[in-house]
């Protein structure tokens, strides 16, 4: 079964305390692997794609990589303003030209000043 | 502002009611979702249109109701609801049999079923 799963569930940094979050997942048929960011009573917020093992993206204080069997998000010397809600997911095919998300529970991050 | 566009951002209805919520984009894309987002659960695929074909998604009870009238406008039609159905209901789209297949995301809606 096709499934997707972050770690920690909440995570509090101070103010420039770097750290990572983790997205393992288990699918058949990987077509890609997304970061969302979330801010409370807000739809998901696009942040990357990755699509095979070994690649990263970068964009301004985060970092994503990605291996055969989980993705990173690197968060180097956060600020408050990025205290959210961050989504992983995994994109499979769900028949035809159609694709599907499957998405975890998501890490909550909060970064105190 | 993501291009996709969802109303109504709130919603009460009681159990009796029917009420739709309306998704637009304004992307281009030509592949739309829904999605259901409850407290401490993964959001929850209900339905996709694709290249202008419905795929059905079995789980979803029949008191939800979706109709895509083209590929810019997504409906999603409520009847007889009840109260475990209170969520954040969200709208997506994509371009599919393309390289980037990155789905992008409406406000939501927040619907309260009392």
């Known amino acids: 079964e096709d499934q997707v799963t972050q770690s920690p569930e909440a995570l509090r940094l101070q103010e420039g305390e770097s750290s990572s979050l983790n997205c393992s997942y288990t699918?058949?048929?990987?077509?890609?692997l997304f970061w969302y960011r979330q801010d409370p009573g807000k739809g998901p917020e696009f942040l990357f794609t990755?699509?095979?093992a070994g690649e990263e993206k970068e964009k301004e204080r985060l970092k994503a990589t990605l291996t055969k069997k989980e993705s990173f998000l690197h968060i180097t010397a956060p600020k408050p303003e990025d205290s959210a809600t961050y989504l992983c997911?995994?994109?499979?095919?769900?028949?035809?030209?159609?694709?599907?998300?499957?998405f975890g529970t998501g890490t909550l991050l909060a970064v105190q000043p | 502002e993501t291009g996709v566009t969802q109303t109504p951002r709130h919603l009460v209805m009681g159990m009796t009611n029917k009420k739709s919520l309306k998704c637009e984009q304004h992307?281009?894309?030509?592949?739309m979702y829904w999605y259901k987002q409850s407290a401490k659960k993964p959001l929850e695929l209900m339905f996709v249109?694709?290249?202008?074909?419905?795929?059905e998604n079995n789980s979803v009870p029949s008191r939800f109701s979706p109709e895509c009238p083209n590929s810019s406008h997504l409906f999603l039609h409520l009847h007889t609801l009840q109260p475990e159905d209170s969520a954040l209901y969200l709208c997506?789209?994509?371009?599919?049999?393309?390289?980037?297949?990155?789905?992008?995301f409406g406000q939501g809606t927040r619907l309260t079923v009392v």
């Open positions: 997506a789209s994509s371009q599919v049999l393309t390289l980037n297949t990155e789905a992008f």
């Open positions: 699918v058949s048929g990987l077509r890609g």
């Open positions: 990755l699509y095979s």
């Open positions: 997911a995994v994109q499979t095919n769900y028949g035809g030209a159609t694709n599907k998300l499957i």
């Open positions: 992307l281009g894309h030509n592949a």
């Open positions: 249109y694709s290249l202008e074909e419905r795929v």
